[in-house]
């Protein structure tokens, strides 16, 4: 008789005990998933993750306080912050390609622990000197009439200018070159890891301002330089062993493989790339080469050339060679088959579209208030998490050139909302502003039409008094609204709109313009990573990132140009117009990528 029948007959409860073979299948499944767990908490992957983390995070904190401090420092006023601003612009726009050629020349340890080095000393050296500003302002101040106080922001903007460079250069070395590595040049994967990298980039993005923020709100701008420096030095730490602990377990990390020849530009596998490939010979050995063949030269000639060339001054021949080095560079981004991508995703930085200075001053010269703008920005970047998956299904499903086809459609979609708030009611623009040339006097019956249109639309446009005559300059952090509000917070009351429709829409349209955003930019970031030769990805990137700054500086001078509320709407279609420009310029690059052979990458 079984067991469950005995127990039945007397009543008892039935328990049924596991053999020995499930409990042990049991055990080495749990095993198992632990082993796997371990493995992954000690594999490349996640050791990028947490070291990218960190990078991030102290880079977002970074950006936030040195533009609140700069105010500060400065009376509350943007002199500063507007110098940083086109400093730091200005350095990576001009020596964007010689850090790419950095990058490519050395290998991969010693361009990612330098870089590491020198942001975090950086930022470091900066935030001590800033301490001590604020300690001993008054007594600084009095010293050199005042102008080693004009030595100490020297100092802080130039710091701060290095340690962004050096972000840069970390940037292009570990996001455009490491993870492809380590991916081992799978499409599939490669996809993942950007879209969690992007991820961690919008999280960061959120917290670490405010982390810091509440540091200095409850605090004091002394304490928030001391937390800032005491992340700084963890922070360099950790990624230092993190980044040594991963270039020690992927040894494709240690090989790079030599500069192929023009016109070659797709993404292989190191051992596919043996058959014509040339090694980058320096700028002394090429003259030299360039003399040896040159015809009708005899020996004492070819010297004496020799001769002159090594006699030019250090710093002519090392100028020269900058020159060159950033030609080549621009070079190089101009032949690769992804460059009218590349070129669309620049253009996408001449927006005042986003969650930056000026559009979030604009929407509190319209009555949004603080708290209303940073529930916002939450709700942003919720949906540009939504675009990271969105980026990794549509790739999955339908391939990465119509991810982006479909992203771009989306985003233009989207901010077609923006363009409706121009003209919607609650719209302070009015185009008068912006053409004088326009004589009301050339007909009294348009004199009068315009006096009766004038007495309706001032229900709607405000004054120019105060801070809305500033331009709003530099940064572009998405958190940089907190500046904003100090700026205004003496507006006088009474200056809200009639209705509020004009500026729903706008920022409708650009919380739901951030779900193809994020995913366009990832498939061009991807696009760039698949099709740049492995040699070139430095050079290549550190170009992109020039063209990036370059788009960026566009749109300030754009905002210098018409900085009243009431030239917000234009500014608004001309962003739209710059945007519908990159996309388009995609939409080129499609339509050739489609008409050409896949290349020989893992799925």
């Not at 559009?359 to 939504?386: C, P, R």
């Not at 009015?430 to 050339?442: G, V």
């Not at 498939?523 to 740049?532: D, G, R, S, W």
Request: aromatic fraction near 8%; glycine fraction near 8%.
């Amino acid at each position: 008789m079984s067991l469950r029948a005995d127990a039945a007959q007397c009543g008892g409860v039935v328990v049924e005990f596991e053999s020995d073979d499930i409990r042990e299948a049991r055990a080495r499944k749990a095993r198992s998933t632990s082993g796997s767990a371990l493995i992954y908490l000690r594999g490349p992957k996640f050791l990028i993750y947490v070291s990218g983390a960190l990078s991030m995070w102290g880079d977002r904190m970074w950006h936030f306080a040195i533009s609140v401090f700069l105010i500060e420092l400065y009376g509350r006023n943007l002199l500063l912050t507007a110098i940083f601003g086109l400093v730091v612009a200005g350095s990576v726009l001009l020596l964007g390609a010689l850090i790419g050629d950095w990058v490519d020349r050395n290998p991969r340890n010693k361009v990612a622990h330098a870089s590491l080095l020198v942001q975090n000393i950086s930022v470091t050296v900066c935030s001590i000197v800033l301490m001590l500003v604020f300690l001993y302002k008054q007594w600084i101040e009095s010293i050199w009439d005042g102008w080693l106080t004009v030595v100490c922001y020297t100092v802080v903007i130039v710091l701060a200018d290095v340690a962004n460079l050096a972000s840069t250069a970390l940037t292009i070395a570990i996001q455009r070159d490491w993870i492809v590595v380590i991916t081992g040049y799978n499409r599939g994967h490669l996809a993942g890891m950007n879209a969690t990298m992007r991820r961690i980039d919008q999280v960061t993005n959120i917290l670490a301002p405010l982390a810091v923020g509440q540091v200095m709100t409850l605090a004091s701008n002394v304490i928030g330089c001391g937390f800032i420096l005491g992340w700084n030095l963890v922070s360099l730490i950790v990624e230092f062993i993190f980044l040594s602990r991963v270039y020690r377990i992927v040894p494709a990390l240690s090989v790079k493989p030599p500069v192929p020849e023009d016109g070659q530009a797709s993404l292989e596998r190191p051992a596919e790339r043996t058959e014509g490939l040339v090694e980058r010979r320096g700028s002394q050995v090429e003259q030299s080469e360039v003399v040896t063949s040159a015809p009708g030269l005899s020996d004492d000639d070819m010297s004496l050339n020799l001769k002159e060339i090594t006699n030019l001054p250090l710093c002519f021949g090392r100028f020269r060679w900058l020159l060159s080095t950033c030609k080549d560079g621009w070079r190089a981004y101009y032949r690769q088959d992804v460059f009218l991508a590349g070129m669309g995703l620049a253009f996408l930085y001449t927006t005042v579209l986003g969650f930056d200075c000026i559009t979030t001053g604009y929407a509190y010269t319209q009555g949004i208030s603080g708290s209303l703008l940073s529930l916002l920005m939450g709700v942003s970047a919720i949906t540009g998490l939504m675009g990271t998956v969105m980026f990794t299904k549509l790739r999955k499903a339908y391939g990465l050139v119509n991810t982006g086809i479909i992203s771009s459609c989306l985003h233009l979609c989207c901010l077609l909302l923006c363009v409706c708030s121009v003209f919607a009611p609650g719209s302070p623009m009015d185009l008068r502003l912006l053409m004088p040339f326009l004589d009301a006097n050339a007909n009294s019956t348009l004199v009068e039409a315009g006096g009766m249109v004038e007495g309706q639309r001032q229900k709607h446009t405000y004054p120019m008094r105060g801070g809305i005559n500033q331009p709003l300059l530099p940064d572009r952090s998405s958190i940089h609204w907190t500046n904003n509000t100090v700026l205004f917070e003496n507006m006088p009351s009474g200056m809200e709109p009639d209705s509020y429709i004009s500026i729903i829409l706008l920022f409708l349209g650009v919380i739901t313009a951030r779900i193809g955003l994020w995913s366009f930019d990832l498939t061009v970031t991807q696009l760039l990573q698949e099709n740049i030769c492995e040699s070139e990805r430095g050079v290549v990137n550190g170009v992109q990132s020039s063209m990036n700054y370059l788009m960026d500086l566009l749109h300030f001078i754009m905002v210098i140009s018409a900085p009243q509320p009431q030239h917000f709407g234009i500014l608004v279609i001309i962003s739209v117009l710059f945007i519908t420009t990159g996309h388009t310029m995609y939409f080129l690059y499609a339509r050739k990528a489609k008409r050409k052979p896949a290349g020989r990458l893992d799925t």
